[in-house]
């Protein structure tokens, strides 16, 4: 406070305090912002000035998101420029009285006096989408975007220590960059999703805009025609005349991977609409193994679309040829039009029909419109309005009949005759005589023409800029040597001679023309020396996926490998799994099995095209190598996940021996890894029925990665742990780790995490809890619907079932097994499976229907190889219950004995409650008192412990002869009155939307 009791203005303070230093020592000389060491002073001033007048204030920690894999892909030198622009950004945004500073790296600090903690969210949340709408240029030649992640702080909520605060907004940063997990999202080049610029000599074809306006309601079009049609051109034209709202996109090799795919998708998505995808986005950076379910990804986009647009958009895919066989985006893709909401059009360039398995069903239901190459072929009179009305030369009618007929009406036919006629003297009718008389194709023809009438200094040019995918006046003077490149490139896009502008001073060869020069470079030693230079020339820059592309051209593997291993980890994180394997394709195999690092990469691309013994073997083929170096993090990498194939496999005994094997080996420093494998060995003891090692090595593995709370790995583990309590049969405790899940849980999607909801249904209900078991599979049926996530929601059926059985709404209860069952057949969840199975016959049994109750024992039994097995044990329970409701009483006492002599192998305490009842109520049918006693007393007693009160609910409703036998020897009074027999009916009333479609409703629905 001033002597006259005004507060002064935070910039005042500010200003006399830098007053007190010389501007260098408090500058970052690349940026121009403050300096790490004017903030250190600035924070712990403003908190002295704070204490005083009791002002809030807030601090902004700011990340780039993948700012490595700039500086890595594109150098330094255009990270520094990154940094440049992006510190010119923020000071612009934020209000005067605002300081930024430079805090190290990409991390800039922003401190927000007088800001209360709502509208510094609001500063973060518009600084990340103001950022976000930025082009930013990289190399000289690429238009980027970026996004920021924001830690937030708050004085004195936070602490009231300048230390304490960094720390917090230190630690809420990294929570934001958890939530993205491994995900790391491809760059977008902006010029792919924009149309090319229309050259004034394009002819317009009115006819065939017609024909695609005609036929939009169709789920899919295709222009399918070879090299050179003009596909693409009458698209953009299609576009620009019918002022249509779309997203262009243009296809490339790399969009095979279904990450990259999408990433691009929902970018242009939002170029039409912000903010119109975000849950398709959320799943996106759950990373790979989300993104591989495109139902998923694609049922989620379907559903934003239908509640955000709602007039026509155009979703046109160029090139679709380019996309792999073997690629994903086929099926994605396929799924997503089969689905395709009405405002939805699709249009699809192609040289190929396309790889798209419901092709045939579209076309069959007429739902399919192609236009073909005998549709695009331009006519006799077509060619002479592009001869005189374009090019401003006459032709007779013969000689444009005789163009037309000559070149097929192939429009890159007929820009070749246009280049060569006036050479030399030639007509158009002594150019095509020519031509005929020398008997080559038409493009070699013609290119060849074009080529040898250019100066040599200039077919030089044009064939060793060949080997570059893109042409910059730059590339071509550092690797051709060219002077004066930027006015070749002008001057040959002036000429339009097979090139296009594709960004600023960023030019490309028609492919067509790009391989016909690569033909014409008849010295490979000079093709290779050209192509090396060029990987010098990308890597100097940090362009290393091209530097890449061109070492493996220059026949130089080795150097190719190592910039391949440096970037793996990040290609693997954007799932960009078809780029890989085209690289690897071009190093040899002994190049491969000298390398034990690019023998991991390789191995887990096998794993993710599901080849799991192609992926063991190189697994364990790098181990060696690697132990004689010494890598043993790397050792520790690839032998946990020779263990996760051999889990995978079913390999239980050989898994567990490898697993312990990784985990010996793991350093300390390896935190996470070492939980995973803890985790990993605990999933695999329970599979086998030890509940007891299992839980051990779960807490070991909870202890470690608590400290990663926002993890999926955390969670994994909580979900793990809850799951070995339920199928040891202490439900108690099974409910209580399920709580604690689900709240940690909340509103955050994952993949899967459906089954999680599910299993908590299923404990609550066994436990008793049904009013908290019918809000959780609301909460979980809510957060899981948008995403369509078929894992989700075959569980969510299943709890739905066990909710309505345990109401004894028998039909509804049937119906959602069913689903339930359906949805994890497709799936191929063999446990699932067997499970649904078993509950059917439990359901019919209750119901009094034995022979439907027979037959779906008869299927759960077909499930399961070994009776004797926990899963047999559990059949063998429900055959006994089976035989005591027909009155089999001798049969069922058989079958309890085997497996209560079975059940002290396993850990089991649900199946022998359960075996406890049935003996019981075998005992009373025979008058053995006492007998029936000791065994009534001993499961109601074991219902109590371990929380099987709903359980029992169940079972006694179904045996009423064992409520009165209870009740006549005073067992257990207490407790059966707690559990109230009588308990109300509920009803529940359930909505299920599909895509804005499906409904489903229970009895009381209307």
């Not at 924070?43 to 007048?53: A, F, N, R, V, W």
């Not at 004195?156 to 300048?162: C, I, L, M």
Request: charged share 25%; glycine share 6%; aromatic share 10%.
């Amino acid at each position: 406070m001033s002597p006259t009791g005004k507060q002064k203005s935070p910039r005042k303070k500010k200003d006399k305090f830098k007053k007190t230093l010389p501007r260098s020592a408090i500058t970052d000389h690349l940026t121009g912002l403050y300096n790490r060491r004017y903030f250190d002073r600035s924070l712990k001033k403003i908190i002295t000035e704070s204490k005083k007048t009791k002002n809030q204030f807030s601090l902004l920690m700011v990340d780039i998101n993948n700012f490595k894999e700039i500086n890595d892909q594109y150098g330094h030198l255009a990270g520094d420029k990154i940094l440049i622009d992006l510190a010119k950004i923020l000071k612009k945004s934020v209000r005067r009285v605002d300081i930024c500073f430079r805090y190290g790296g990409d991390e800039i600090m922003i401190i927000l006096p007088q800001t209360k903690k709502k509208v510094a969210e609001h500063v973060a949340s518009r600084l990340k989408s103001k950022v976000k709408a930025q082009k930013f240029s990289v190399a000289g030649e690429r238009a980027l975007q970026l996004e920021l992640s924001i830690g937030l702080a708050f004085f004195p909520n936070d602490g009231v220590r300048h230390e304490v605060l960094i720390k917090r907004a230190d630690e809420a940063l990294y929570k934001v960059k958890c939530q993205k997990q491994r995900h790391v999202e491809p760059f977008i080049l902006l010029t792919k999703l924009t149309p090319p610029a229309l050259k004034e000599t394009v002819v317009s074809r009115p006819h065939l805009f017609s024909v695609l306006m005609e036929n939009c309601d169709k789920k899919l079009m295709c222009i399918v025609a070879d090299a050179g049609y003009g596909k693409t051109t009458l698209l953009t034209q299609f576009i620009k005349d019918q002022k249509l709202a779309c997203v262009f996109y243009d296809l490339e090799q790399e969009d095979s991977d279904l990450t990259v795919f999408m990433s691009y998708l929902l970018h242009g998505l939002e170029q039409l609409q912000p903010g119109s995808v975000q849950r398709t986005r959320g799943l996106l950076e759950q990373g790979p193994e989300v993104v591989k379910n495109y139902e998923l990804v694609m049922g989620t986009l379907i559903n934003e679309l239908i509640e955000k647009f709602k007039s026509d958009v155009f979703l046109i895919l160029d090139d679709y040829h380019t996309i792999a066989d073997d690629s994903l985006v086929h099926r994605a893709l396929d799924y997503f039009i089969d689905n395709l909401p009405d405002m939805m059009r699709v249009v699809l360039a192609s040289r190929i029909i396309p790889q798209l398995p419901s092709l045939t069903k579209w076309r069959s239901k007429q739902n399919l419109f192609e236009l073909t190459r005998d549709n695009l072929k331009f006519t006799q009179d077509e060619v002479a309005s592009l001869f005189t009305g374009v090019y401003r030369l006459m032709l007779s009618d013969e000689d444009s009949r005789n163009v037309a007929d000559h070149t097929e009406g192939w429009i890159t036919g007929i820009q070749l005759i246009l280049q060569s006629v006036g050479k030399d003297q030639k007509t158009v009718r002594e150019t095509l005589n020519s031509y005929l008389a020398a008997h080559q194709p038409l493009f070699d023809y013609f290119a060849n023409e074009v080529l040898i009438r250019e100066p040599v200094e200039l077919q030089n040019f044009l064939k060793f800029s060949s080997i570059l995918e893109a042409m910059t006046p730059e590339t071509c003077t550092t690797i051709l040597g060219t002077k004066k490149s930027s006015q070749v490139l002008k001057e040959l896009e002036k000429r339009n001679l097979f090139i296009s502008v594709v960004g600023k001073d960023r030019y490309k060869y028609h492919h067509l023309f790009r391989d016909f020069l690569q033909g014409r470079i008849e010295d490979i030693e000079l093709k290779k020396s050209l192509n090396l230079k060029a990987a010098k020339y990308y890597q100097k820059n940090g362009q290393i996926e091209q530097a890449i592309h061109h070492y493996l051209a220059a026949g130089k593997s080795e150097k190719a490998v190592t910039f391949i291993v440096q970037i793996a980890d990040t290609m693997e994180g954007q799932a960009r799994f078809a780029t890989l394997s085209k690289w690897f394709k071009q190093i040899p195999e002994t190049v491969i099995q000298e390398n034990p690092l690019l023998m991991l990469i390789q191995g887990s691309l096998y794993r993710v095209q599901g080849q799991m013994k192609k992926a063991e073997k190189l697994f364990v083929k790098a181990q060696q190598p690697l132990k004689k170096r010494g890598n043993i993090s790397v050792l520790t990498y690839s032998i946990f996940h020779q263990g996760v194939i051999l889990w995978m496999t079913g390999t239980y005994e050989q898994a567990l021996k490898t697993l312990r094997r990784a985990l010996t080996l793991c350093p300390t420093t390896e935190t996470k890894m070492r939980g995973n494998i803890l985790n990993l060995i605990g999933v695999v003891w329970n599979e086998r029925g030890d509940f007891k090692k299992s839980r051990i090595y779960l807490k070991k593995a909870f202890n470690i990665l608590k400290q990663y709370k926002d993890s999926t790995e955390f969670s994994m583990v909580l979900h793990n742990l809850a799951g070995s309590f339920f199928a040891q049969g202490e439900n108690k405790r099974a409910f209580k780790a399920y709580e604690s899940l689900l709240e940690k849980i909340k509103d955050h999607y994952g993949l899967q995490v459906g089954v999680g909801f599910s299993c908590a249904v299923r404990t609550a209900i066994a436990y008793g809890k049904v009013e908290w078991a019918e809000q959780c599979i609301n909460q979980g049926w809510t957060l899981c619907r948008p995403y369509q996530d078929p894992w989700s929601t075959a569980a969510l059926y299943e709890g739905f079932g066990f909710l309505y059985m345990q109401k004894e709404h028998w039909d509804l209860a049937e119906k959602y097994m069913q689903k339930a069952l359906d949805g994890f057949s497709k799936l191929q969840w063999r446990q699932s499976e067997f499970i649904l199975l078993k509950t059917l016959c439990s359901i019919y049994r209750y119901i009094g229907n034995l022979s439907k109750a027979d037959e779906y024992f008869e299927l759960a039994r077909q499930k399961i190889d070994d009776l004797d097995s926990i899963l047999g044990v559990q059949l063998r329970t429900e055959l006994a219950l089976l035989q005591a409701a027909r009155g089999q009483f001798d049969k069922a006492e058989k079958n309890v004995k085997i497996i209560l002599r079975l059940l002290q192998q396993f850990e089991r305490k649900a199946t022998e409650f359960l075996v406890l009842l049935t003996s019981a109520a075998v005992n009373i049918s025979k008058n053995k008192e006492r007998e029936a006693v000791k065994f009534l007393g001993r499961a109601i007693q074991l219902s109590k412990t371990k929380g099987f009160d709903g359980i029992l609910v169940r079972e006694l409703r179904h045996m009423p002869q064992l409520i009165d036998f209870a009740e006549r020897h005073g067992i257990e009074k207490n407790y059966l009155l707690s559990i109230n027999l009588a308990r109300i009916k509920l009803e529940l009333k359930i909505t299920v939307q599909c895509f804005g479609g499906l409904q489903l409703k229970d009895q009381k629905g209307a």
